[in-house]
Nanobody, 123 residues
Framework: QVQLEVSGGGLVQPGGSLTLSCTVS????????MGWFRQAPGEEREFVAV????????TYGDSVKGRFFISVDNARNTIYLRMNNLRPEDTAIYSC????????????????WGQGTQVTVSS
């Protein structure tokens, strides 16, 4: 059974940076893609980024393009989300997710979810 453990949330000032980590145990053939989502209070869950374990073709949501970067470390079974130039509207609970393909992840067809971590952008 795939399990995802998220860490790295916190409070950061506007313009600052933060890196989230998602460590995976029990990887299987059907969890080849890993992604990040976020959900702000009163809002629907929003796709943030997705990548394959091979690190190919990372894809980002429009609101984070050019500011957020997803990466993988196969040796540590961990994916990262580096968030730069953070804005107050980035405040949300961030979760990582595993799926079979990047398209599956982007469309919400998720095999396993990690717990959320709060990211708050405020001065």
């Amino acid at each position: 059974q795939v399990q995802l453990e998220v860490s790295g949330g916190g409070l950061v000032q506007p313009g600052g940076s933060l890196t989230l980590s998602c460590t995976v145990s029990g990887r299987t053939f059907n969890t080849a893609a890993m992604g990040w989502f976020r959900q702000a209070p009163g809002e629907e869950r929003e796709f943030v980024a997705v990548v394959t374990w091979g690190g190919r073709n990372p894809t980002y949501g429009d609101s984070v393009k050019g500011r957020f970067f997803i990466s993988v470390d196969n040796a540590r079974n961990t994916i990262y989300l580096r968030m730069n130039n953070l804005r107050p509207e980035d405040t949300a609970i961030y979760s990582c997710a595993a799926g079979t393909t990047p398209r599956d992840v982007m469309n919400g067809r998720i095999i396993s979810w990690g717990q959320g971590t709060q990211v708050t952008v405020s001065s």
